[in-house]
């Protein structure tokens, strides 16, 4: 077969290596617009289980490669002049321009032809010169270009800048650096790669690089200022350019890799941000992967599909992880509020891929500094200053909220829904809640309660306005508080105008047949399509509403509940007015954010002022609608802060229900992005659920300063089975490309150091 | 976990009596918890609705099950009609599995806009307990609120409506740690929803038992059926469970991710298949033995009554 390949980058001249291997007969020639030894850029990284796959498909690369390389295994991050160092992450670093060299040699000895200084301008001047192309030719390809309607590329610029620059200093670690000055905030990445120098890249987002006039900059004055702004670092030694330039991250994605008798390779076909630094391995791994394929099939056309449905699933995975990384970059100047060792928790486990128990695997020391931290952190709230010889995981640390202590951050809540009749809850739903509470919750929380018989959900909702209620309650929460240590908290709610439906067995929000009561909402609109429409709440209405979950808050606390939480998310009344979806007023309550958050902190304030000084009031609050046009995380901050001001000591973080139709990337924790973005815009300590079933879960979430209690599910018992059981050998692919995504990239990840060795015996 | 069988309906050329005597034999062998099929218009296979209702007939302990019946393809009235008549005629033991369906041929052949499948879907999964509660169309389906509904998908919309509209999730197969993470995004959306409890966790996959020439028969098939889906195909039928070991490694991988209820595939139109299958099965711990016909139908009404509110 005679062979093109366009690019003579990592993709394309191991690509080459291999195909020549597999079939010496293949004529294979390399076109490259550069001189052979001109290369961009300083150190790619790799890990041992990449390697394990060079080793495999080419020993002698391999052994060059690994001649060369430098390992290391610590992560330091810099911030707030703090250095925090976290080992057991193995990377290995080479200088990319080694890479190239020693692929350049192989190339040579197999009798591959590379052509360099040819720029190749037009790829129909290539036609019928080959049977198959590769597309090797890097982030702004010129094959896809040219066949862009086939391919359909998609290249997302990134929101932040970075530049790319060497140091003339050796690290021992993967280096971290955030540095604030009066322009913004700036982070570095470094690490090293070939014994004497280590890639530094500098990023910071659009507005700190204009400020700091870096957009105006030339190369020598871009180094200035980052030699100035990092010099503590630095400690004199000189950062270095290579044709540098301040860039965004592309991330580029296309609908095919692959067009007749051309394919799209490494960076041409996907690119992954490069926080998680894995580009030049994606692009080698594809090559392995198509020349596995060319010599498993010998018709073409499948050999290329059966590349893309190889490389895809891993590829996307490794996009996902690199967005979340990505992301998280952009916005980094939320995080600031975190103290050092919560801020670098949040850091090494950014894209949920490495938890609190693989962190305490790799460095049991650095797993002892954040459960201390955590504790200290606990005390420091009391006023007391405490240096924590031993401290539990965060699951096990008290919380303070006012004069509420809560021993864990556990809460629970029935599986069940309510069975209450007129209001009054029975007897199986007491039970199950002081279950909760003796088997070790640190806080139960009882089912939303109706501040009025129209304020109920469904005909079983449990209410809290009348005497016969009270009583119900008080015994209830009575038996709990004398039985266990767990707090009770109660969710006080008026559900609008999604009320009056039925039991929630067989489905959401379908209205009652009999006996429904007339709803009221902020707008006259119908919650489904079958629902009945609700009457605007008036003047005088909203009046009475106010003092009904004023009275409802008095209950409360003569009933013994210790966090009261007021319902304002889920398309429930309150929620109703925050939502300009649902919110079409036209009066002082309507239009603008604050007017539609009027109403909803009249009654905060009422039920405030009905609540005891010293016992904390939480708010349930939608972070987001979850649908176009709806309630969004900065309205969300806004009302939180707000809420703060007027006294709120905890937020519950939700999403969505405002209108029936609304999706989310559900998913084990998929409430927890929100969380964390509610507290570290307001300030306030949340509460979240979205389906967390583990204690590494929590640990992880707690220690990194995204939550502050957490929902948790039971166990399910008749399913306790060994979840690490082995996997069946037709998940073998599978397996492995969720395995490469967690274990593999750097900086957060890399594998325990005990891999090192497996990779040393290997050479 | 239990484990059900699904009826050769879908393979070409698979003839009626196998198909019907599939049924009987398959509560015989009382191992089984359920008889499944699949929908496929633009193919050489059975109606799903017509292959269960004659299974219907030769059986009376065995759940039937669609996994899935492409809602979107069928008139919502009709079908709520041909439910709630298979659900009376088989004593309640209807299982509605409903998605969008991948191809858009059978959409085309059926006259009916493929573009339009996520909200004809929604519509549908809105209207049918309705449907069966009003009595308008009748019959009246054996179980109060009609047959449980379960849906498929692996997007967050099909997540959703699970949490709005069924009563359980239904997966379109693979290894097990691929419906382990759709499983943990179904119960996500249903906890996050409000719903009492946990959705029901249904899946499925396929086998081949009969040696090697039954094994290149197989993946022919899947290859075959699954063509519509491009390179996807080789997947699919690399992923064919050929021998006892792997079928008892796919059915423990099923149990440990919390699936309720497993409809194992044939892909050979040979009625010995079954009694493979029934012998990979048979002893493995993870397998809950169907109770007999009396207690299982003691155990229907019971749940019908709890799913109708009444303690
Ligand atoms: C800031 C930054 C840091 C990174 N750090 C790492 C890291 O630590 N680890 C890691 O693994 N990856 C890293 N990467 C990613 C890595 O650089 C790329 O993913 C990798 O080089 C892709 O290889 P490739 O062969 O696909 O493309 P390239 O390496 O881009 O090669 C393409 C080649 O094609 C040639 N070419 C293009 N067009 C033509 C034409 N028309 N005619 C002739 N020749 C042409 C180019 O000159 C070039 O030599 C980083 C990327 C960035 C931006």
């Known amino acids: 077969m005679k062979i093109t390949i366009l690019g003579a980058g990592p993709a394309g001249l191991y690509g080459a290596i291999l195909l020549k291997k597999a079939n010496p007969l293949h004529e294979i020639t390399i076109l490259e617009r550069n001189a052979p030894d001109a290369t961009y850029g300083w150190g790619v990284v790799f890990s041992d289980r990449t390697l394990a796959a060079f080793q495999e498909a080419d020993y002698k690369s391999y052994k060059a490669i690994t001649d060369r390389f430098v390992l290391w295994d610590a992560i330091d991050v810099y911030y707030r002049d703090e250095l925090l160092r976290c080992g057991g992450h193995i990377f290995a670093g080479l200088a990319r321009k080694q890479l190239l060299a020693l692929l350049q040699r192989r190339c040579a000895e197999l009798g591959v032809s590379m052509r360099f200084n040819t720029e190749v301008a037009d790829v129909a001047a290539l036609d019928g010169g080959y049977d198959l192309l590769i597309a090797a030719d890097g982030v702004n390809s010129l094959v896809r270009k040219t066949f862009a309607d086939i391919f359909k590329p998609s290249l997302v610029p990134g929101k932040a800048r970075y530049i790319w620059l060497g140091m003339e200093k050796v690290l021992d670690a993967f280096t971290f650096i955030f540095r604030e000055n009066e322009h913004g905030l700036f982070q570095v990445h470094s690490y090293p790669f070939d014994g004497t120098t280590s890639t530094f890249i500098v990023e910071c987002d659009e507005t700190t690089w204009r400020r700091a006039g870096l957009d105006a900059a030339s190369e020598d004055e871009s180094i200035t200022y980052c030699e100035r702004l990092f010099a503590p670092e630095l400690a004199g030694r000189r950062l270095l350019p290579n044709n540098s330039k301040w860039i965004n991250f592309v991330t580029v994605k296309n609908a095919t890799w692959r067009h007749g008798n051309i394919v799209l390779l490494g960076d041409a076909a996907h690119t992954a941000h490069f926080s998680i630094g894995s580009g030049t391995k994606l692009a080698m791994e594809d090559a392995i992967a198509l020349a596995n394929a060319l010599d498993t099939h010998p018709d073409l056309d499948t050999a290329l599909g059966e590349y893309e449905a190889e490389r895809r699933p891993v590829v996307e995975l490794f996009q996902a992880a690199a967005a979340e990384s990505q992301s998280y970059f952009e916005n980094v100047k939320r995080y600031t509020r975190l103290t050092p060792v919560e801020f670098t928790f949040n850091l090494l486990t950014r894209s949920r891929r490495i938890t609190y128990d693989d962190l305490r695997l790799r460095d049991p020391r650095f797993g002892n500094i954040v459960d201390r931290e955590f504790e200290r952190r606990y005390w420091a709230g009391q006023g007391r200053s405490i240096f924590t010889l031993i401290a539990p995981p965060p699951m096990f640390a008290p919380l303070t909220l006012r004069g509420l202590r809560v021993a864990n951050r556990a809460v629970f809540t029935p599986a069940t829904t309510g069975q209450a009749v007129s209001g009054v809850p029975c007897t199986g739903d007491a039970l199950e809640l002081a279950r909760l509470a003796q088997d070790g919750a640190g806080m139960v929380l009882t089912e939303p309660v109706a501040v009025a018989t129209e304020g109920r959900i469904t005909s079983d909702s449990a209410c809290l306005h009348e005497d016969e209620h009270l009583r119900a309650w008080t015994r209830i929460i009575q038996a709990i508080h004398t039985q266990s240590p767990a707090k009770v908290a109660m969710p006080l709610n008026h559900a609008g105008w999604r009320g009056a439906t039925r039991p929630r067995g067989m489905g959401l929000d379908r209205p009652l047949r009999d006996g429904a009561w007339p709803l009221v909402s902020a707008s006259a609109l119908p919650y489904t399509e079958r629902s009945q429409t609700p009457r605007a709440l008036d003047r005088a209405g909203m009046e009475g509403m106010r003092d009904v979950f004023a009275h409802s808050a008095h209950l409360a606390d003569a009933a013994g509940v210790d966090l009261l939480i007021l319902h304002m998310g889920h398309g429930y009344l309150l929620s109703s007015f925050l939502s300009p979806l649902t919110n079409r007023r036209d009066d002082e309550y309507g239009g603008t954010l604050e007017q539609r958050m009027r109403f909803p902190l009249e009654v905060f304030d009422a039920v405030r002022a009905a609540w005891p000084h010293e016992k904390p009031l939480a708010v349930a609050l939608n972070v987001t609608d979850s649908v176009r046009g709806g309630f969004g995380p900065d309205d969300a901050a806004t009302v939180a802060r707000t809420l703060k001001e007027h006294g709120c000591d905890l937020l519950v973080a939700l999403a969505g229900y405002v209108v029936p139709q609304t999706e989310m990337p559900y998913r084990r924790g998929f409430l927890t992005p929100l969380s964390e973005r509610i507290r570290n815009d307001s300030g306030l300590p949340t509460l979240v659920g979205g389906y967390l079933t583990t204690a590494d879960e929590v640990n992880t979430l707690l220690a990194g300063g995204r939550a502050d209690l957490c929902l948790m599910l039971p166990p399910q018992e008749t399913r306790t089975r060994s979840r690490s059981a082995p996997t069946v050998a037709t998940d073998a692919r599978e397996a492995r490309a969720t395995a490469d995504v967690r274990e593999e990239s750097m900086p957060e990840a890399g594998t325990p150091a005990r891999e090192v060795r497996r990779v040393e015996k290997k050479e | ?311």
């Open chain 2, 1 to 311: 976990m239990r484990v059900g069988v699904g009826l050769p309906s879908t393979i070409p050329g698979a003839p009626g009596h196998l198909i019907v005597g599939w049924a009987r034999r398959a509560e015989a062998a009382g191992i089984f918890s359920s008889l499944g099929v699949l929908d496929r218009l633009a193919y050489d296979s059975f109606d799903p609705l017509l292959a269960l209702t004659a299974a219907a007939a030769v059986t009376t302990r065995v759940q039937l099950a669609t996994a899935i019946l492409v809602g979107p393809q069928r008139n919502t009235a009709l079908l709520a009609k041909e439910a709630a008549t298979l659900d009376a005629l088989s004593g309640g033991r209807l299982v509605l599995g409903l998605a969008v369906g991948a191809r858009k041929d059978d959409y085309d052949a059926m006259g009916i806009e493929y573009a339009t499948r996520g909200r004809r879907l929604v519509e549908q999964l809105a209207t049918l307990r309705d449907t069966w509660e009003d009595g308008a169309i009748g019959p009246r389906p054996a179980r109060e609120g009609g047959p449980p509904i379960l849906v498929g998908g692996l997007s967050d919309a099909a997540y959703a409506r699970v949490a709005r509209y069924a009563d359980g999730y239904v997966h379109g197969g693979g290894p097990p740690r691929a419906f382990a993470r759709a499983a943990d995004k179904a119960r996500a959306a249903w906890n996050d929803a409000g719903r009492p409890g946990m959705p029901q966790m249904w899946a499925q996959g396929y086998f081949a038992l009969g040696g090697e020439s039954a094994a290149e028969t197989g993946t022919a098939y899947l290859r075959d059926y699954y063509a519509f889906t491009g390179h996807f195909a080789e997947r699919i039928a690399g992923e064919l469970l050929t021998t006892p070991q792997a079928v008892a490694q796919f059915v423990r991988g099923y149990a440990d991710a919390g699936c309720d209820e497993l409809i194992l595939f044939p892909t050979v139109a040979d009625g010995d298949e079954l009694e493979r299958l029934a012998s990979a099965l048979s002893g493995l711990a993870t397998i809950e033995i169907p109770a007999t016909s009396a207690t299982a139908s003691a155990n229907a009404a019971e749940a019908a009554a709890r799913r109708a509110g009444q303690p």
